[in-house]
T-cell receptor
Framework: DSGVTQTPKHLITATGQRVTLRCSPR?????VYWYQQSLDQGLQFLIQ???????AKGNILERFSAQQFPDLHSELNLSSLELGDSALYFC??????????FGSGTRLTVV | AQSVSQHNHHVILSEAASLELGCNYS??????LFWYVQYPGQHLQLLLK??????LVKGIKGFEAEFIKSKFSFNLRKPSVQWSDTAEYFC????????????FGKGTSLLVTP
């Protein structure tokens, strides 16, 4: 157990639907990062939140959004899902710029 | 553009063979360098990291990496691999300019045969 909790572990949904992925960071970590891992694109940085505020944005589609709540957990919302959104979505947390801890990921399958 | 390149996509080695996985990055300014490992079905785990100081970094499980600034490289090495080292290996870089978000290479799949 890495200390970063992601739910659900697996998600199967239909095209056009919307899903929410949840991440609870390691205790004390203020930063949350979201990554998408797919076979063709590899590990892509999506977005970072620090203490509730968006800090950095990567290759995140407009159909995707995220937020970090006062208790520091974060949610990644994926809408108008397409087949190509099928991937493993990882969350990582850090207290400082070098202490990243990754969760086990949510495997999203869009059918 | 900032990028991280891993040269070997698939590597197959016999147990006890030596390992070297290449990683080059294209970044300006200060960088921090990382190697992560992902065992089948598991999350990414940090093997080692470099921020400053001695360019030869030792990590967990007998891995080490050498930062060569002039070559923009951070190659991962292990003198003698074991079957349990079979995994995906990712090189990653971050910098203050990117909010310290990790930029990953495409990964190298290592298969160690008995």
């Amino acid at each position: 157990d890495s200390g970063v909790t992601q739910t659900p572990k697996h998600l199967i949904t239909a095209t056009g639907q919307r899903v929410t992925l949840r991440c609870s960071p390691r205790s004390g970590d203020l930063s949350v990062y979201w990554y998408q891992q797919s076979l063709d694109q590899g590990l892509q940085f999506l977005i970072q939140y620090y203490n509730g505020e968006e800090r950095a944005k990567g290759n995140i589609l407009e159909r995707f959004s995220a937020q970090q709540f006062p208790d520091l957990h974060s949610e990644l919302n994926l809408s108008s899902l397409e087949l190509g959104d099928s991937a493993l979505y990882f969350c990582a947390s850090s207290g400082e710029y070098y202490g990243y801890t990754f969760g086990s990921g949510t495997r999203l399958t869009v059918v | 553009a900032q990028s991280v390149s891993q040269h070997n996509h698939h590597v197959i080695l016999s147990e006890a063979a030596s390992l070297e996985l290449g990683c080059n990055y294209s970044y300006g300014g200060t960088v921090n360098l990382f190697w992560y490992v992902q065992y089948p079905g598991q999350h990414l785990q940090l093997l080692l990291k470099y921020f400053s100081g001695d360019p030869l970094v030792k990590g967990i499980k007998g891995f080490e990496a050498e930062f060569i600034k002039s070559k923009f490289s951070f190659n991962l090495r292990k003198p003698s691999v074991q079957w349990s080292d079979t995994a995906e290996y990712f090189c990653a870089v971050n910098s203050p300019n990117s909010g310290y978000a990790l930029n990953f290479g495409k990964g190298t799949s290592l298969l160690v045969t008995p």
